[in-house]
């Protein structure tokens, strides 16, 4: 606990900086690049490393088993320096993440849809949670901006959205892609090429995919957008500093009950002080909390930016349950970008269904022959002995898996908290999660996993199972810090500032309302951009 009038360490003080941004991730990167320009002094702070593209997994043959290992999506396992324990005991979903320049992006599997306009509406629209402050029509431009900084392949027309035009031309369909169209035609349900941030052209200097292998622990190739090659070389040309390796311990504030910087450890392990006019907090749905709880003082003894109680809570993790059945042809397997298509046919509420709001459906290609060994070994479809590579035959490359992407509400019991034993290699409490799946999203998987089924079925597939208990989240942090009017109810504004810190911003995750049933990253993006925005606005008038 430390605000800076009771600092009584001595330790080395660095220079003063305009604008201080904690984390580099897809929303430290959009909203750094968002404020270049303004002459204003930027600085990144990043507890992780720079990731060589020659160090991805998708260079060797062990591609599949270093993703339980040094690219496994789960910190705990992971367990490199430069991450922090989550405890996440109390969860059925574990927390998945990366900690490095570039953040979640290094592994995220570059699924880009946009939230549709009524994720922004669900009080209006269906009597639960809460509307946003802003909307779709508020994020348009940012999301067109956000888009051309990372490069989005897909097709123009979705009636499921509002028209916008992707960057590239879509991801081919391949043999997985033709087999659920097909199957889809025959039920008549919605369906669309998937709008996906991977050069499928040459692009802004990135090289095109060649289908070299699984996109999500890392893409050699350069054509998977993750942010380290996207925004930060352009955001470090425009004169932004990033130093690595220096974790964020916590966040001072002075008696006016502004914030004055932060303490962090550097390469070295040494505490330093770095003072700062603006801190931006873009650690993620569970980084940031973590440190906003872990910057209590003798004036926030709750936890910083904290006045609501809300810091922390309402946590959404986006449950995903998963459906799989086999074909008799060979599909794409691992070969090719992970996700090609969606359908919206469940997305919008009907209360027929017996709960509201909705799902995505997302159909993949496939996984790698480990994974498909070490799954049937599980399900028994693989017996060892005679009979093992006849078995694993009818297996490899012809699974069809198709996703369900279910929105999750908030609910005030789902939180992030410090975890009063397990700490960080510097010291610092790890985040712990209480987090329960509820009623009217579990009937929501049910539904989606029946609906997954059908497809599987029309589309030819035999020996068709789910996977309810979703082991790891899909690294979507969401709500634990979120935007609003009212500061009772909400811990940022409308534009990302702290109500109770007037000169402290979140971008990331946290501020989200709603979950959507989408992956996050473009909406994250977009709110980042539009916060630097109206930072940008009102620079003049930024404290009175
Ligand atoms: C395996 C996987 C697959 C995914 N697939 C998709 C997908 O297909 N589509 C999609 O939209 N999303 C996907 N995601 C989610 C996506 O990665 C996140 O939505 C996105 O990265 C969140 O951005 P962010 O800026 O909020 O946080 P992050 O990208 O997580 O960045 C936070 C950064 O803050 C740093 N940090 C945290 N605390 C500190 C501290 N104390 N001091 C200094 N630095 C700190 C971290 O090291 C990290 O680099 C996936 C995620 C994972 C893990
Ligand atoms: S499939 Fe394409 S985007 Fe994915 S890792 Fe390979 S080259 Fe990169």
């Given at each position: ?5 009771d600092?009584?360490?001595p ?25 270049v ?5 930027i ?17 060797g ?6 993703r339980?290992?040094?690219f ?14 989550v405890n ?15 953040g ?133 040309r ?18 006016h ?11 070295t ?14 650690a ?10 872990n ?5 926030f ?7 609501s ?8 993790l ?61 399900t028994g ?6 009979g ?14 198709v ?38 999203t579990?009937a ?26 979703v082991?790891?989240s899909?690294?979507?942090l ?14 940022v504004?409308e534009?990302g500032r ?5 000169n ?15 992956n ?25």
């Amino acid at each position: 606990m430390a605000a800076a009038e009771d600092l009584a360490v001595p330790r080395p003080v660095d220079e003063i900086v305009d604008v201080l941004i904690i984390g580099s991730g897809a929303s430290g990167a959009a909203v750094a690049w968002g404020l270049v320009g303004t002459r204003l002094k930027i600085l990144c702070l990043e507890q992780g490393d720079w990731i060589k593209p020659a160090d991805f997994p998708a260079n060797g043959r062990d591609w599949e088993a270093r993703r339980y290992a040094d690219f496994d999506i789960s910190p705990n396992r992971r367990a490199r320096d430069t991450d922090y324990p989550v405890n996440d005991d109390n969860s059925p979903m574990k927390v998945a993440n990366f900690n490095g320049v570039g953040g979640g992006t290094i592994l995220f599997t570059a699924h880009f849809p946009r939230m549709h306009p009524s994720d922004f509406r669900v009080r209006t629209l269906d009597g639960v949670a809460e509307d946003w402050p802003i909307d779709y029509w508020t994020l348009e431009p940012y999301f067109t901006e956000n888009d051309r900084m990372m490069g989005v392949a897909g097709l123009a027309g979705d009636p499921a959205y509002p028209a916008h035009e992707p960057t590239m031309p879509p991801v081919p369909l391949g043999r997985s892609g033709t087999c659920y169209a097909r199957a889809l035609n025959k039920l008549g349900w919605h369906w669309w090429p998937s709008e996906i941030s991977i050069a499928t052209s040459e692009y802004d200097g990135r090289a095109k995919c060649i289908n070299l292998g699984h996109c999500t622990p890392g893409c050699a190739q350069g054509a998977k957008a993750s942010v380290d090659i996207t925004y930060w070389p352009r955001v470090l040309r425009a004169g932004v500093e990033l130093r690595t390796r220096c974790r964020v311990r916590e966040i001072t504030t002075n008696k006016h009950d502004m914030a004055t910087g932060v303490i962090y450890y550097d390469p070295t392990g040494t505490e330093r002080f770095q003072p700062a006019e603006i801190v931006i907090l873009a650690a993620n749905g569970i980084g940031t909390p973590r440190l906003l709880l872990n910057s209590a003082s003798s004036r926030f003894p709750n936890g910083l930016a904290n006045s609501s109680g809300l810091v922390g809570r309402n946590l959404m993790l986006h449950p995903w349950p998963q459906v799989s059945g086999y074909v008799a042809e060979e599909l794409d397997g691992d070969r090719g970008p992970q996700t090609v298509m969606w359908s919206k046919e469940f997305y919008e509420t009907d209360a027929s269904r017996g709960f509201v709001r909705g799902y995505t459906l997302q159909f993949g290609r496939g996984t790698g022959p480990v994974n498909e060994a070490i799954t049937n070994l599980g399900t028994g479809r693989l017996p060892w002995g005679r009979g093992h590579h006849r078995a694993y035959r009818t297996l490899m490359y012809r699974r069809l898996l198709v996703g369900v992407a279910c929105e999750d509400l908030p609910e005030e019991h789902n939180r992030v908290m410090l975890d009063p034993v397990l700490k960080d290699s510097h010291g610092i409490p790890a985040a712990m999660i209480d987090y329960t799946i509820s009623e009217n999203t579990r009937a929501m998987m049910e539904h989606g996993i029946a609906r997954a089924t059908e497809i599987l079925e029309a589309a030819g597939a035999k020996n068709t199972f789910a996977s309810r208990i979703v082991l790891n989240s899909p690294g979507h942090l969401l709500g634990t810090a979120r935007m609003g009017i009212d500061p009772a109810t909400s811990v940022v504004n409308e534009w990302g500032r702290s109500h109770d810190v007037k000169n402290l911003f979140i971008v990331d995750g946290s501020i989200w309302v709603t979950s959507g049933g989408v992956n996050p990253t473009s909406t994250i993006q977009a709110l980042a951009l539009y916060v630097a925005d109206s930072i940008k606005q009102r620079l003049a008038t930024l404290f009175d």
